[in-house]
């Protein structure tokens, strides 16, 4: 199984990461700010705060994203977009 090893959080609430299997990806958050506690993470200073615990991310209060729904729903940094175009920018 993939596991988080490192992450930064980016604009437009855009997460990088790294995973133990050397995969470089980008995963949107968007979509989940409007679901439940998720809500929180609107909160740009919140977001941002965004750390790896546990093999996933993971933010104050107790949020999290499981890492096998952070890999298979992220999209693959290619080489051409590393200079912090975003998510919105690979898509």
């Not at 609430?13 to 299997?21: D, H, I, K, V």
């Not at 949020?63 to 999209?75: G, K, Q």
Request: net charge negative; glycine share 8%; proline share 5%.
């Amino acid at each position: 199984m993939e596991t988080v090893v490192r992450v930064v959080p980016h604009a437009n609430f855009s997460l990088e990461l790294w995973f133990n299997t050397g995969d470089h990806r980008w995963f949107d958050v968007r979509p989940y700010l409007e679901r439940g506690d998720f809500r929180r993470l609107k909160d740009e200073a919140l977001f941002r705060q965004a750390h790896v615990a546990l093999d996933t991310v993971c933010w104050p209060g107790g949020l999290d994203i499981a890492p096998e729904t952070l890999f298979d729903r992220s999209v693959p940094v290619e080489d051409s977009c590393m200079a912090g175009v975003g998510v919105a920018g690979v898509l």
